[in-house]
């Protein structure tokens, strides 16, 4: 598809008509066929909603439950493929004995028909053309289901990822839910393209074989199932239970490297700076070697079952070649069951093997689906309520009131804390590392809720009013700011994505990145490299701020950045940061004084308390922790 496109049919069919008018016209007919072989790619309907949402646990029944008709057809197809594709023994069978007429070998007479033996042969013809259509059929139906369902599937595990809580993602890594998404989505992927179909298949073309055996020898056919049977079975048993755990080993260790991976990729710059390469790499050797290990382990056991069944196939056909010889010698058995019988028996071995490895996969894919089924299972803990309201127009007045929370709940990290923002105002935090600065920012944002106590906004219980406008009338200046790999025009329109160019670029100079634009050829249209790495940390600050105020929010939290800037982009940030406070409530972790005493009222906090609060004059004067501390700095 051409780039962009994949738009209703009416783009695509007019824009094959600008192309159509450059290419020369030999080729305007593959590219009119072309386009019209080309799949549409409606526009997604996936709908996002944090409480609304399917939270019914996944299995593998409900999850196929939507297209029980098409799973349904396709086991009629699997029926009929695997009789017209094992029909061969029994059709042999009568070529021998009918066709060339070797039934009554016993009695000497031999009366062979070639009409028969021509029918025979245009019966397996037909048979086998049978075969391959359903079979062809068959396979795309699966294809297509399975395809069907991890598109679903994996939406939906992203947008759970998307609903969750902030909590979840301190707990969890994510190199493992990188591999949730990667490897336990590819094996459901492999089980259910043809896994299942395939377990279908075998364990048909088993009873198909059976019945021929006992079609041709009852007495032949228990004898071998006596020598085979048991001995498959032990060795299949064995197989299946080790290989078992060999595979969720694999699947562990796979993790174990992702995340490893992850770590040192999104970790580079800190890897860089403590000279931790040959540390890292000799990590990584230990995790990868386990993972080969691990894999060794299931080579392994591949090697001592595949051959191991492969001697009891052989023996049996030995056997089954004396005892039938004797047979058909004593007149119990004709010559074309016996080759009959040993057809199908060769046969026979491969689809046991072939179950117990799809067995495994369908084990495999129980295991993602169990896995996927736990990470979908995870409770958002910040809970849109029901009866919540969207926020009106507000002023900016936050209030906390009573607030005691506990990222444990039973550690409280907040201690009846209570504090009155008035709209307008800006006011920093200040206080050691540790005494709960962010969290207060944290539970004003909403990305956690108080354990007691009440975070108001203009009067409004956030536990009250709709996330979506929550969020429209805060921004969050985090103190790494987090940049996309995606034009600078993109990351400061984050919030509002369809705004136009100029407004972007008018909000970019606002904060101070006129330089920087008129320094790039591209302008804001310059794309970001992951993380913003290919820009200073100043600019990265601007940025982040130019983010914040283009959202237009009534109030801003900011975590201000204590990573050292020179003297002068330091001036530039706090400039950007007098344009982008002005006006809104600003709540500011502050880590330098200098930006304390600039604001409305500083609050000091110490061990989940507020200990001092007041303008910077008052607390100097009052000669408490607040003065203690600018003393020392100012020194
Ligand atoms: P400050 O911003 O003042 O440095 P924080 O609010 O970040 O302090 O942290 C307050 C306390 O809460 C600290 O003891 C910290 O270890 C703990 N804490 C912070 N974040 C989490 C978290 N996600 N899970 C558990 N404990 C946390």
Redesign the pocket.
């Known amino acids: 598809m051409f780039p962009g496109g994949g738009g209703p049919t009416g783009t695509v069919r007019r824009r094959s008509g600008s192309i159509s008018s450059e290419v020369p016209a030999m080729l305007r007919d593959r590219l009119d066929g072309l386009l019209a072989e080309e799949p549409e790619h409606p526009e997604p309907n996936e709908t996002f909603s944090r409480s609304a949402y399917d939270r019914s646990p996944l299995t593998l029944r409900r999850f196929l439950a939507p297209f029980k008709w098409v799973l349904i057809g396709c086991v009629g197809l699997v029926i009929v493929e695997t009789v017209a594709m094992r029909i061969g023994p029994l059709l042999t069978q009568l070529a021998i004995d009918e066709g060339m007429g070797l039934k009554d070998l016993g009695s000497g007479q031999v009366s062979g028909s070639r009409s028969t033996l021509v029918a025979i042969f245009l019966a397996y013809l037909g048979f086998i053309v049978v075969a391959v259509l359903v079979s062809r059929w068959r396979t795309l139906w699966t294809g297509i289901v399975g395809e069907r369902l991890l598109y679903t599937l994996r939406v939906r595990v992203f947008s759970h990822l998307q609903r969750l809580s902030?909590?979840f993602f301190?707990?969890q890594k994510k190199g493992t839910l990188i591999s949730r998404m990667t490897n336990d989505i590819e094996h459901l992927q492999g089980l259910l393209h043809d896994g299942l179909a395939q377990l279908l298949v075998q364990g048909l073309t088993l009873v198909v074989l059976g019945a021929q055996l006992f079609w041709f020898s009852a007495q032949l056919a228990l004898i071998s199932f006596l020598v085979v049977v048991p001995a498959m079975a032990v060795l299949t048993w064995w197989f299946r239970g080790v290989s078992a755990r060999g595979y969720l080993a694999v699947r562990d260790r796979m993790a174990e490297v992702l995340t490893h991976l992850s770590e040192s990729l999104s970790g580079s710059r800190v890897v860089a700076a403590h000279n931790r390469q040959q540390r890292n790499v000799a990590d990584h050797d230990d995790v990868t070697r386990r993972y080969r290990e691990a894999n060794f382990y299931t080579a392994r056991i591949a090697a001592i079952y595949g051959p191991g069944s492969e001697v009891v196939g052989r023996l049996t056909v030995v056997v089954v070649l004396l005892l039938g010889g004797w047979m058909v010698l004593r007149g119990d058995m004709n010559v074309g069951e016996l080759a009959g019988f040993l057809l199908a028996i060769t046969t026979f071995f491969a689809p046991m093997q072939q179950m117990a490895q799809l067995y495994n996969a369908y084990q495999q894919g129980q295991a993602g689906i169990t896995k996927l089924r736990q990470l979908l299972a995870t409770e958002v803990s910040v809970v849109e309520e029901p009866h919540a309201y969207p926020l009106p127009d507000i002023n900016g007045q936050v209030t906390l009131d009573r607030v005691t929370f506990?990222?444990?709940p039973d550690?409280p990290?907040?201690q009846d804390v209570s504090l009155e923002i008035p709209p307008g105002e800006t006011i920093a935090?200040v206080?050691?590392?540790?005494?709960?600065?962010?969290?207060?920012?944290?539970l004003v944002t909403r990305a956690y809720d108080p354990t007691s106590g009440r975070v108001l906004l203009d009067g409004h219980d956030l536990r009250d009013v709709r996330f979506d406008s929550l969020h429209k009338r805060m921004a969050v200046v985090p103190q790494e700011p987090f940049l996309f790999s995606m034009s600078l025009r993109d990351n400061i329109a984050f919030a509002r994505p369809g705004a136009d160019d100029v407004e972007v670029e008018r909000t970019a100079r606002a904060v101070g990145l006129g330089d920087f634009l008129d320094r790039s050829p591209e302008g804001i249209h310059t794309v970001v490299h992951e993380r913003g790495a290919s820009l200073s940390a100043g600019e990265r600050q601007l940025v982040a701020l130019a983010r914040a105020l283009f959202a237009e929010p009534r109030v801003l939290v900011l975590?201000e950045a204590t990573s050292s800037l020179d003297l002068r982009t330091e001036r530039q940030v706090e400039r950007a940061l007098e344009v982008v406070r002005a006006y809104r409530t600003a709540i500011i972790?502050a880590h330098r004084l200098s930006t304390a005493k600039r604001a409305d009222r500083v609050a000091i906090?110490d061990d989940?308390r507020i200990i001092e609060i007041g303008t910077h004059d008052e607390l100097v004067a009052r000669g408490g922790r607040y003065a203690e501390m600018y003393a020392t700095w100012d020194g």
């Open positions: 902030q909590d301190s707990r506990g990222y444990d550690k990290v907040l935090l206080g050691p590392t540790g005494a709960g600065k962010s969290t207060i920012a944290k975590d972790i906090v989940g």
